[in-house]
């Protein structure tokens, strides 16, 4: 069954430090990721998504994140934090190829320290 | 402003109270979705919708009911709630019959159930 893994539950980075989150998933055919921001009383907002070519993915606020199939990884990165990233991240993987599910990790949260 | 509206946002009530948590988006999407957020748990979809009138059951549909009777609006009914039904719930939208393109999220509604 597909399945997200994000074995970080909080982060802590200094701010202007760079910052990586984890994603792992379990999934048989070619995926399609996302990574999603939930800021503190907000609903979730994309800030990139994976389904094909590059797997060097480009998103808002900065962000990128790295497919890498042999690693069932999709990690989420940024060089330099801001005090307004904190937030709780979600990453998710696309559960069936009907693009009608997404199945969503457990959540990274990440405080950023002065 | 393109958004998704939800009400109310937060709400208490009784075991066994018939309520009606209301969506709406303004946007003229396709696709829309109700998620449950648990601590530690992540989002948990409950039901989703990909057009008037095509509804389907997610991971979690139990004491769960929806219609989607207008494009614009995804109402969610908990006919009989319980305690178990205590959660922060989303709803949320996006374009062409599918959540694997950019979701719209909600501001959410906490439902407390005594």
């Known amino acids: 069954a597909q399945s997200v893994t994000q074995p970080d539950i909080h982060i802590t980075v200094s701010e202007g430090a760079s910052l990586e989150l984890r994603c792992n998933y379990s999934?048989?055919?070619?995926?399609?990721l996302f990574w999603y921001v939930q800021s503190p009383g907000q609903g979730l907002q994309l800030l990139l998504k994976y389904f094909s070519g590059d797997t060097l993915v480009q998103g808002i606020k900065g962000f990128e994140a790295e497919f890498k199939r042999s690693q069932s990884s999709f990690n989420l990165r940024k060089p330099s934090v801001h005090w307004s990233d904190a937030a709780e991240y979600f990453c998710a993987v696309g559960a069936n190829q009907a693009g009608t599910a997404l199945i969503f990790g457990k959540g990274t949260t990440l405080s950023v320290s002065s | 402003e393109a958004q998704v509206t939800q009400n109310p946002r937060y709400l208490i009530t009784v075991t066994g109270k018939k309520l009606t948590v209301t969506c709406s988006q303004n946007m003229n999407h396709e696709y829309m979705s109700w998620y449950r957020q648990d601590p530690g748990l992540g989002l948990r979809q409950i039901y989703y919708s990909m057009n008037v009138e095509v509804t389907d059951k997610g991971d979690v549909p139990e004491g769960y009911k929806v219609s989607r009777k207008e494009k614009r609006n995804f109402p969610l009914i908990l006919e009989s709630p319980s305690p178990n039904q205590t959660s922060l719930y989303f709803c949320?939208?996006?374009?062409?019959?599918?959540?694997?393109?950019?979701?719209?999220f909600g501001p959410g509604t906490r439902l407390t159930v005594l």
């Open positions: 949320a939208s996006s374009f062409g019959g599918t959540n694997y393109n950019e979701q719209f």
């Open positions: 999934y048989g055919a070619t995926p399609y």
